[in-house]
C-alpha cells in the first residue's frame, strides 16, 4: 500500500473505529423521543451510568439501555488528553502503574475528545502491565489511542506492546520500533546487569493467553503478540492452497502451508566466542517490527511522523492539548528514591546474613569440641562493611567478660591492634555477643526491606521477594533467640 493510498484510508478507519467504541455523546430515550448531548462516565451509581448532560450542565444517573446513543462529539469537551508513558518505572512498579490507571479513568470522566497514551518503554512486569492493559481495554466511555514514539527506549518492547495493543488504534512513529527485546543502554548504574530480567523477563510468558485474547479482540496477529513476551515463539509468514496468508508459530505449520517470510531471528548465546565456535545461537527467538512492518503485519495502523499528524488524520488540530503527568512524575521520584533503599538495605542484609551465617557455623563447631575460646578471622569484606567501631566492639567486649580491656592501653593502639591482627581471639560468650549483635542488625534491615517492598511492589532488586524476605526473617529471629538461649 503506497503512501497516498495510507493517508486516503486513514480517516475512514478512524471514523469507524471510533463509532464502535465511543458511547457519547446525542443520547435520545428511546420511549419519550426527548435528547440531550453530553458523555458517560465510568461511575456507577446503583446500577445507573453517570452520564454528563450538556444541556442542564449537570450530571445524572442513567440506564444506557434507555437511549439511542449516536458518537458525534457534540456532547464533549474539545480537548484531547496526553498521557506519556516514556520512563522506565511505568510498568515496574505498581504505584506509578495504578497512578496510570487514575489517570485514565478520571481522564475519560470528563469527556475528552480522545485520550492519547505516547508509549515509549522498555519493557515490564506482566502483572502490572495486565492492570494497565485492561483499564484501557474497560474505557468504553472515550476513545484511546496510542502513538508509539522513537524517543529515548525507541518503541514499544516485551510487555509493554499489551498497552498499545489495548488502544483503538496504533501509530507509530517512524522512529520507533515493536520488538520482544529491549536494546541494553551500553552503561546503566540503576538497573546493571538486571536489566534484562526486569524488562524482559522469562515470567512473561505465562500472560500468552492474555496477549493472545487481547490481540483477537482488537483484530491483530496473537502469534505475533505473544512473540512480543514468548521467546520460544518462531513466527513464520505462511500462505495456504487458496494464496491466504497468516502468522503461526513455526511448529504448528500444516503440510499444505507454505513458509513465505520468517519473522523472528534467532538469539545469539551470551558465551565468549571462540575460534571454533566463533557465533552459536539458542533454540530462543526474538522478534523486531520496524514501522512499515508493523503497518503490513497490522500490529500498528498507520506510520506518522509526529504527534500533530495523529491530531490531523483525527481532525482534531483545534483541540486544546491536555496533559496529565504531575502525579505520575511525583510518584516517580518517589519510587526511583524507594528503589535506590532498598537495594542498599538488601546489599546489607546480604553481608549480614552471610555474616551471621559464619559465626554460626564458627560457634556450632567450637561448642561441639567443647572449647571455651576460640580465634576467629575477620573477613575483609565484613571488615569495611559491618565490623563495629572500636567503641562498640569495646562494649561487647566488656558486657560479655567484664574485663576492662582499655584500662592499660590508649583506644588508639588498641582499635590498631584488632584492626592489624588477622584473628581476634573470642570466649564463646564474647562470640554469642557478637552474632547476637549481627542478628540484631539483620532483623532491622529485614523489616525495613519488607515495610518499603510492601508499600512499593516492584521497588525490590530482581529475585527478591517480600515472602523470601519474611521467611528469612523469622529464621533470624528464631536464632536470636536461640543465642539468648545459649548466654
Known amino acids: 500500500m503506497n503512501r497516498r493510498i495510507i493517508k486516503i484510508t486513514i480517516p475512514i478507519i478512524t471514523l469507524i473505529a471510533i463509532s464502535s467504541i465511543c458511547c457519547g455523546d446525542t443520547f435520545e430515550n428511546i420511549e419519550s423521543g426527548k435528547v440531550f448531548h453530553g458523555f458517560p462516565t465510568q461511575k456507577v451509581k446503583q446500577g445507573l451510568t453517570i452520564v454528563y448532560n450538556d444541556n442542564e450542565k449537570q450530571f445524572d444517573p442513567i440506564r444506557l439501555s434507555d437511549y439511542r446513543i449516536t458518537p458525534d462529539a457534540k456532547g464533549r469537551r474539545d480537548n484531547v488528553v496526553i498521557i506519556s508513558l516514556i520512563d522506565r518505572e511505568v510498568l515496574i512498579s505498581k504505584s506509578v502503574s495504578d497512578s496510570i490507571i487514575d489517570s485514565i479513568v478520571d481522564a475519560s470522566n470528563k469527556g475528552p475528545r480522545l485520550i492519547l497514551l505516547e508509549i515509549d518503554l522498555p519493557g515490564g512486569r506482566g502483572d502490572y502491565t495486565k492492570n494497565l492493559a485492561d483499564a484501557v481495554s474497560n474505557t468504553k466511555n472515550c476513545p484511546i489511542v496510542a502513538f508509539i514514539a522513537g524517543g529515548a527506549t525507541g518503541g514499544a518492547y516485551s510487555a509493554a506492546f499489551a498497552v498499545a495493543l489495548a488502544c483503538d488504534k496504533i ?56 512473540a512480543l513476551i514468548d521467546s520460544y515463539i518462531e513466527v513464520v509468514e505462511v500462505s495456504d492452497a487458496n494464496g491466504k496468508k497468516t502468522f503461526i508459530n513455526k511448529v504448528d505449520r500444516l503440510p499444505a502451508q507454505t513458509v513465505v517470510k520468517t519473522w523472528s531471528d534467532k538469539k545469539l548465546q551470551t558465551v565468549t566466542a571462540t575460534m571454533e565456535t566463533p557465533t552459536a545461537t539458542t533454540g530462543q527467538f526474538s522478534i523486531i517490527l520496524t514501522p512499515s512492518d508493523a503497518v503490513y503485519a497490522k500490529m500498528a495502523d498507520a506510520i506518522v511522523e509526529s504527534r500533530n499528524e495523529i491530531l490531523t488524520d483525527m481532525d482534531l488540530t483545534e483541540a486544546k492539548l491536555t496533559y496529565k503527568n504531575t502525579t505520575l512524575n511525583k510518584n516517580i521520584k518517589k519510587f526511583i528514591a524507594t528503589r535506590r533503599n532498598l537495594n542498599e538495605i538488601v546489599t546489607n542484609i546480604d553481608y549480614l546474613q552471610r555474616r551471621a551465617d559464619d559465626l554460626e557455623i564458627q560457634l556450632n563447631d567450637f561448642q561441639k569440641q567443647g572449647t571455651t575460646s576460640v580465634e576467629t578471622i575477620e573477613d575483609d569484606s565484613y571488615i569495611s562493611k559491618f565490623d563495629r567501631s572500636f567503641e562498640d566492639r569495646v562494649a561487647i567486649q566488656r558486657r560479655a567478660s567484664g574485663r576492662d580491656v582499655v584500662s592499660q592501653r590508649s583506644s588508639q593502639s588498641m582499635q590498631a591492634e584488632i584492626t592489624t591482627e588477622t584473628g581476634l581471639s573470642y570466649t564463646i560468650d564474647e562470640l554469642l555477643d557478637e552474632l547476637a549483635f549481627v542478628l540484631i542488625d539483620l532483623t532491622r534491615d529485614y523489616n525495613k526491606a519488607i515495610v518499603l517492598g510492601r508499600r512499593f511492589p516492584g521497588a525490590l532488586p530482581f529475585g527478591v521477594t517480600v515472602s523470601t524476605l519474611e521467611k528469612n526473617l523469622d529464621s533470624a529471629e528464631a536464632l536470636y533467640d536461640d543465642v539468648l538461649f545459649r548466654r
Do not use: C, Q
Not at 512473561?204 to 502469534?223: E, I, N, P, Q, V
Open 171 to 226: 501509530y507509530i512513529s517512524r522512529n520507533a520500533v515493536i520488538a520482544s527485546d529491549a536494546p541494553v543502554p551500553g552503561i546503566d548504574n540503576y538497573y546493571g546487569n538486571d536489566f534484562p530480567e526486569v524488562f524482559n523477563s522469562s515470567s512473561l510468558s505465562a500472560y500468552k493467553g492474555f496477549f493472545s485474547t487481547l490481540a483477537d479482540t482488537k483484530g491483530r496477529s496473537a502469534t505475533m503478540a505473544m
